[in-house]
């Protein structure tokens, strides 16, 4: 690759970097706002969770659509452009909401607009970087990641002066702003070289996933995302709740999980390149669930915090591992795979949360437990998948 070659690939990186930033502000925002919400509208933890199902449903609605159109279309600069002004637009209307299911449905909205950005970019990222699935997903992945701390540390303290309406209005001048610089680099997107996906395509993918071994990654993809999401959606309101933390003090915590899944992204992508995927993950999940179950003991809420900072970094940080063997097992069609995985991380995984919340309405920590029991299926599917499918690439064992 010439210099010029990689000093575009660079570029590129970090625009999507901060793109995928400012199209997932807001949606750092929502876990923290939660417990304003829930007061508001004098909700129980099950209805929050339920808000939160239904806004990551949405979602997920979006994912599998904007991965086949990315694989149809080849200027994907001018979809990506769309996203920022979808999401910013959706969310101002999100915080004007006048109950419960008007603010469910237009999360839902504005997260289909997110949801339509991350097909399309890692789709792009992935067949710039061929032979590093695994760092092209890490890196584009800490741009989400870092809004998912530096949004949760901005809004716990806007809290305190501004009431969670504002806040949201004012945390979807991310993608707007962006959506402006955008319109100078979104011409700057290398367009799609690959032929259009066809129905023949689309039929070898609904094969492979269809296959005794596509089920079972499936399954421990789905409930995988099921965990983080349990643990994501309760644990502010738990610190709040339970562990006497004020809506700052719980930005904080909140963002130190996400800062450890931040950093550890793109070096266990990179890893996971190297030394294997299911490896990476297993360890990583074991981790994981150690840490969550840890949080579930009657101990001191700074250790229950520091657990569970543990247990969410940890799993944050596989995020990039589990896609790139999303990837490797299908073996094409990255941004239609990347939509469908998308999919089931937003759509199944978002039942956790809503199993979450009516777990949390008997006793908030037991949550944490059934996040425990999530993971330990996941790792036990993950270890299922059959081991004899040739994946495109040598690592994905």
């Not at 701390?149 to 303290?157: D, I, M």
């Not at 690959?194 to 039929?203: A, C, E, H, M, V």
Request: charged fraction near 10%.
């Amino acid at each position: 690759m010439s210099n010029s070659s990689k000093k575009n690939l660079k570029t590129l990186q970090f625009t999507f970097l901060f793109g995928h930033m400012a199209n997932d502000w807001c949606f750092g925002a929502i876990f923290i706002l939660l417990p304003a919400i829930g007061l508001t509208f004098g909700l129980r933890p099950s209805q929050l969770g339920l808000l939160v199902t239904i806004y990551a449903f949405g979602s997920a609605l979006a994912y599998l659509p904007a991965g086949i159109i990315a694989d149809r279309f080849q200027n994907q600069g001018r979809l990506l452009l769309l996203t920022f002004w979808w999401v910013g637009i959706g969310y101002i209307a999100a915080s004007r909401a006048p109950g419960f299911l008007s603010l469910a449905l237009l999360l839902a909205f504005a997260g289909m607009g997110d949801a339509t950005w991350h097909p399309i970019a890692t789709g792009v990222l992935t067949r710039q970087m061929p032979g590093r699935r695994g760092q092209a997903l890490g890196i584009h992945a800490i741009g989400g990641t870092l809004a998912t701390v530096l949004s949760p540390l901005l809004v716990g303290f806007l809290l305190a002066v501004l009431s969670w309406r504002d806040v949201m209005m004012v945390s979807a001048a991310a993608p707007l702003l962006m959506g402006l610089v955008f319109i100078r680099y979104h011409r700057a997107v290398p367009r799609s070289t690959s032929k259009r996906i066809t129905r023949s395509d689309l039929g070898n993918l609904k094969k492979t996933w269809s296959s005794s071994s596509g089920l079972t990654l499936i399954a421990g993809i789905s409930t995988y995302n099921m965990a983080v999401m349990a643990l994501i959606t309760i644990m502010p309101l738990f610190l709040q709740r339970s562990g006497g933390f004020t809506p700052g003090q719980t930005g904080i915590v909140f963002a130190s999980a996400m800062l450890i899944g931040a950093i550890g992204q793109p070096w266990v992508g990179r890893f996971s390149d190297a030394k294997g995927r299911r490896g990476v993950f297993i360890v990583g999940s074991v981790i994981g669930v150690s840490a969550a179950m840890f949080a579930a003991l009657p101990l001191a809420p700074v250790w229950i915090s520091i657990s569970l900072v543990l247990s969410v970094g940890i799993l944050v940080a596989i995020r990039s591992g589990v896609l790139a063997l999303a990837v490797d097992f299908a073996g094409q069609r990255e941004a239609t795979t990347l939509g469908f995985v998308f999919a089931l991380m937003d759509g199944v995984g978002a039942f956790g949360a809503m199993l979450a919340g009516i777990v949390g309405d008997f006793q908030l920590h037991y949550a944490f437990l059934l996040a425990a029991g999530f993971s330990i299926i996941s790792i036990a599917a993950i270890f299922a998948v059959d081991r004899t499918r040739r994946p495109a690439s040598p690592h994905q064992s």
